[in-house]
T-cell receptor, first 113, second 116 residues
């Protein structure tokens, strides 16, 4: 019940296209859902996060869509650029972020020029 | 965003020796820090939660006597890998919890440990 399932495992998108990564969870106590971006040899960096009281959050080219009833959330990257090529992790936690994060398996995104 | 540093970024040691990794929050005080381990092309695996002034809470299957964690101040947590073996070779990443309404976790750049 603590798992967060992420798909796809890898994704190739053409420059300018939309990248979509999906996550699903079981624990209804989760109340904070961040997305992290990780480049090779580096630590993850917080990209964007959402709480379950909203269905969508947008920051620049990055949007989180959240479906509470389906227990799913997704990351959309608009106008994808080669610099967006990285591994993306969704995560979830309880206590509005104050507790330990449960990470998805990760998605390796490649943006072709 | 907030800054979390780790030192060293890379370390190579001989089997049987101990290695200490430092995690510092540079621009905020963190009562809670986390230590993760990441294998190549895999997700982050939480090892332990480090609370300032108290004993760390270890995840199931993580040997507390092998991975010693100390959180002596609000800006510094250390992970010591004792009697390191080749199977301990991995990428170790810390994160610090910034205690604001958002409760965001900020990650360090990671430490690549290679045990020969």
């Amino acid at each position: 019940q603590q798992q967060v399932k992420q798909s796809p495992q890898s994704l190739i998108v053409q420059k300018g296209g939309i990248s979509i990564i999906n996550c699903a969870y079981e624990n209804t106590a989760f109340d904070y859902f961040p997305w992290y971006q990780q480049f090779p040899g580096k630590g993850p960096a917080l990209l964007i996060a959402i709480r379950p009281d909203v269905s969508e959050k947008k920051e620049g080219r990055f949007t989180i869509s959240f479906n509470k009833s389906a227990k799913q959330f997704s990351l959309h990257i608009m106008d994808s650029q080669p610099g967006d090529s990285a591994t993306y992790f969704c995560a979830a936690t309880v206590g509005q972020g104050a507790q330990k994060l449960v990470f998805g398996q990760g998605t390796r995104l490649t943006i072709n020029p | 965003g907030a800054v979390v540093s780790q030192h060293p970024s890379r370390v190579i040691c001989k089997s049987g020796t101990s290695v200490k990794i430092e995690c510092r929050s540079l621009d905020f005080q963190a009562t809670t820090m986390f230590w993760y381990r990441q294998f190549p092309k895999k997700s982050l695996m939480l090892m332990a939660t480090s609370n300032e002034g108290s004993k760390a809470t270890y995840e199931q299957g993580v040997e507390k006597d092998k991975f010693l964690i100390n959180h002596a101040s609000l800006t510094l947590s250390t992970l010591t890998v004792t009697s390191a073996h080749p199977e301990d070779s991995s990428f170790y990443i810390c994160s610090a919890l910034r205690p604001t309404r958002a409760n965001e976790q900020f990650f360090g750049p990671g430490t690549r440990l290679t045990v020969l």
